[in-house]
């Protein structure tokens, strides 16, 4: 049969999908995931001490504004864990009386942004504006990959290079110059769930919560994937009977 | 009777609705009895697929413009409350996004599917032009589509390819205001791709109709690229290529899932999640994969009218294909020189697409300017002079004739000229 004809068409598509694979400038070191792979899962435990790691380092200069309160039902936290976060913030809003006032966040906010606009994030931060972290990983070539090195990648300048006012060297971030001053390091935070807070441990729980913060529908859509392509291997396979017996009958 | 038609049909409902409209009729006669060539590969099945595709593409994206927000400062908010709010938001979107690289792969291999066979050769002609001319419209959509989500490489992309118009001699510089709506990509540009984008797939689907009508008229042509002699040569459309084209659609609809369950943003760009910033340009604008080759071509040459005027010409010199090849012969099968240079052009449009996806830098740009040359040398000067020179090799006498028995094998000298026989 045709078979090697639809090999040839396979062949076809992966070229084609290999055409857009960018030489990465720095080699990243790959990293096992739990979100990684077809049956890939959001460790919860991890992801939430990377939300407890957000909301103690990272939230003080990088917005999240695509992100509710009530999203961290994603993470394993319960309705009343997310009730008493929303309610640590207040949020403006006009009051009764026709004047601005601020109420008690509720789960159905986003996440309070640190500054109240760009002009105020930048004049805070020495003219470089913390980029919002709600879909940072899909946002950055290499994904969670880059973000772990990112953050465990600060090492001090090699010898000859000159630094610009209040730049930082990391290996892996791009032209190796980054505003953002080394954020997490051993002991960083004190974990609640008593897990030893080193470096590494701290960017790996970050990272998983900034995967599963871009990636909310992740764990439903490779469920949902598995059962698809296991019903159309199966319907592949019946139709292909059906139209070995159909074509029976023809001399080709 | 006078003006009604006279219907087979025996339900009494359906023989009503025939005899004034007769759509069942017609159904029947180019979709059920439909006389096909009966030596299809795989290969004939990516035209049932493009218009499945091309289904999928409108459902999705109906759904996506109920909840898409067509202005600056709105639009990379709403595809994001797609991803995350909206029931099912993600799938749609995925697919949509995806729907697209599918859309490319599947018309591109029907493409070559044609240039392989000859299917571009008299009498088809036109139905080849058509194609030619939906692929033009399907780039265009694409791109519009691809600045929806306002993300940087839609603003940059945007801002690069309209740019293009302005090497235009005289009027370029007023086109592109047109296409901006004002003096840059802004809020009015959106507004407009916007419209066109969910305007041009209706178009889209008049060219198909033409492009289909067209093939009913002439037939498909087939892997031997011999016409059909007799009925023997034949098979009605129903059940046999249904059935064939319906095993096709799952396999695509496997490499479909595949990517969009498990990796649906791999042929994408990780900027685009970036929302659009007119003051940041990114390191390297790059076009979504499927326009690659002909961001090869477009760099390739060192003067902007001209690249504009080359990436152009990649597309038009297909309009004029049948006229430049000279060879009587259509399928490859049979054209022993012909049949490398197809492996030849495959590579070199791969080549290219790899070089697009890259920085112009060092070796890259001198394997650009030389992939470059071959696509065109391939067309004005290969096409050609191997179709007068080439010698093909003897073609069986009919699509049955091969696979009949008695009829297998090399055939005995002097068979090839005895009539066929009737059975």
Not at chain 2, 42 to 57: D, E, P, Q, R, S
């Amino acid at each position: 049969m045709s078979v090697h004809r639809l090999a040839a068409v396979a062949a076809l598509l992966t070229g084609f999908a290999a055409a857009p694979a960018f030489a990465q400038e720095i080699e990243l070191p790959k990293q096992n995931w739990s979100f990684d792979g077809p049956f890939g899962t959001f460790d919860k435990a991890a992801a939430q001490r990377g939300f407890q790691i957000y909301k103690d380092v990272c939230s003080n200069c990088h917005s999240m504004k695509q992100v509710y309160y009530r999203n961290l039902s994603g993470i394993g936290l319960s309705d009343a864990q997310i009730k008493a976060i929303a309610a640590t913030v207040d949020v403006p809003t006009i009051g009764d009386d026709g004047q601005p006032t601020e109420r008690k966040g509720l789960p159905a906010d986003h996440f309070k942004s640190p500054y109240p606009n760009e002009r105020a994030a930048r004049a805070a931060q020495n003219g470089a504006l913390p980029p919002d972290q709600s879909v940072i990983e899909k946002a950055r070539e290499g994904g969670a990959d880059y973000i772990f090195a990112l953050l465990t990648g600060y090492t001090d300048p090699p010898a000859g290079v000159k630094m610009g006012d209040g730049m930082n060297y990391n290996k892996y971030f791009p032209g190796h110059q980054i505003a953002m001053a080394a954020p997490l390091s051993d002991g960083r935070v004190d974990y609640i769930d008593g897990t030893k807070p080193t470096l590494e441990q701290e960017a790996r729980d970050v990272t998983t919560f900034l995967a599963y913060v871009a990636n909310p529908e992740m764990e439903e859509r490779k469920r949902t994937g598995i059962r698809v392509v296991l019903f159309l291997a199966m319907l592949s396979g019946l139709t292909y009977v059906v139209k070995r017996q159909v074509w029976s009958d023809v001399d080709h | 009777m006078v003006g009604l038609h006279t219907s087979d049909i025996k339900n009494p409902v359906i023989n009503w609705i025939d005899t004034r409209l007769p759509i069942f009729t017609m159904m029947q006669k180019e979709y059920g009895v439909f006389p096909t060539p009966k030596n299809f590969n795989y290969f004939w099945n990516f035209g049932a697929l493009a218009m499945v595709n091309l289904m999928i593409m409108i459902v999705t994206g109906i759904f996506l413009a109920m909840n898409y927000n067509a202005s600056t400062a709105g639009a990379f908010d709403s595809v994001e409350r797609i991803m995350r709010d909206v029931n099912y938001g993600w799938l749609l979107r995925y697919v949509h996004a995806n729907g697209a690289s599918m859309f490319f792969i599947v018309v591109y291999i029907h493409m070559f599917r044609s240039l392989y066979y000859g299917s571009y050769k008299k009498p088809r002609e036109l139905l080849w032009m058509i194609g030619v001319a939906i692929l033009l419209l399907m780039m265009a959509t694409a791109f519009m589509g691809y600045v929806l989500p306002w993300g940087q490489m839609s603003y940059w992309g945007a801002t690069v390819i309209t740019n293009l118009f302005s090497a235009i001699p005289l009027v370029g510089d007023s086109i592109v205001t047109l296409l901006w709506g004002g003096f840059s990509v802004d809020n009015p540009t959106l507004n407009r791709f916007f419209s066109l984008h969910y305007l041009l797939p209706f178009v889209i689907i008049g060219v198909v109709f033409l492009h289909i009508v067209a093939l009913h008229v002439t037939g498909s042509n087939n892997p031997l690229g011999i016409d059909v002699k007799s009925s023997q040569d034949t098979l009605p459309f129903h059940p046999y290529y249904t059935v064939k084209d319906l095993f096709g659609m799952c396999i695509y609809l496997l490499v479909f899932a595949s990517l969009v369950f498990f990796a649906p943003n791999y042929l994408g760009h990780a900027d685009n999640y970036i929302p659009a910033n007119p003051l940041v340009t990114p390191t390297h604008i790059v076009p979504e994969w499927y326009f690659l080759p002909f961001y090869a071509i477009l760099r390739s040459v060192p003067s902007k009218l001209g690249g504009v005027i080359l990436m152009f010409s990649s597309i038009a010199i297909l309009f004029v294909l049948p006229w430049l090849d000279t060879s009587p012969v259509r399928s490859a099968r049979f054209r022993p020189i012909y049949r490398w240079m197809m492996v030849a052009f495959v590579v070199d449009c791969v080549l290219l697409g790899e070089v697009g996806g890259r920085p112009p830098e060092g070796i890259w740009v001198v394997v650009g300017q030389l992939s470059t040359l071959y696509y065109f040398l391939h067309f004005l000067v290969l096409v050609p002079v191997v179709g007068k020179m080439e010698h093909p090799l003897p073609l069986p006498e009919s699509i049955s004739r091969p696979v009949l028995p008695s009829g297998g094998g090399p055939l005995p000298a002097g068979y090839a000229a005895k009539p066929m026989e009737k059975v």
